[in-house]
């Protein structure tokens, strides 16, 4: 049944005809769309997966953590939520985004105004007046956004001991991105 859905869904908005010859300008097709809705489900998947992590030997230390950090290029110990973000995207097949700075999650092209799990979310800390902490959105649950974030705790801080599943009200949010388009 599944499986109809997202064919149908793919069929009347990505404009692609199944069994269609792809050609260089045309719509999507809709193995292209499914792929799209498959690397959504892969970006949660892992970050899902990660939950329970923790630092170990110091602040913004351990293992996991190094791990999250080398795959953008910084060195350990240093703020790693924007990092968690970037290696759930790049083990998902997805080379962008590629950063440890929250703010950059955001620009132009790929903001969003909708919600929807897979994006990308950023909260605004008017101390640092920017966007100060960022996770992924895994599921929704009418106006609440499952979460799941690197360098939080379980009260919801932006430097915090792991990687936590959360639960967020969207106000509390101020920006969406969506990487997998």
């Not at 869904?9 to 045309?26: D, K, P």
């Not at 110990?77 to 590629?98: D, E, I, N, T, Y």
Request: with cysteine.
């Amino acid at each position: 049944m599944l499986c109809v859905t997202v064919v149908s869904w793919c069929g009347v908005f990505c404009g692609g005809v199944v069994g269609e010859i792809a050609t260089s300008g045309r719509a999507p097709r809709n193995d292209d769309c499914v792929k799209k809705e498959n690397g959504y489900e892969r970006v949660i998947e892992i970050a899902r997966k990660e939950i329970g992590v923790r630092e170990e030997g110091g602040e913004n230390c351990g293992r996991d953590v190094k791990g999250y950090l080398d795959c953008v290029g910084i060195k350990s110990p240093a703020p790693w939520c924007a990092a968690f973000v970037s290696w759930c995207f790049k083990r998902a097949g997805f080379p962008l985004p590629g950063t440890a700075w929250s703010p950059a999650l955001f620009p132009e092209g790929r903001m969003v105004k909708d919600v929807k799990p897979g994006y990308v979310f950023g909260i605004y800390f008017p101390s640092l007046r920017r966007i100060g902490h960022c996770g992924i959105i895994i599921g929704l649950q009418g106006d609440l956004c499952m979460t799941v974030e690197g360098n939080t705790s379980i009260f919801g801080s932006r430097e915090g001991d792991g990687v936590y599943r959360r639960l967020r009200h969207q106000r509390t949010i101020a920006k969406f991105s969506d990487w997998v388009r």
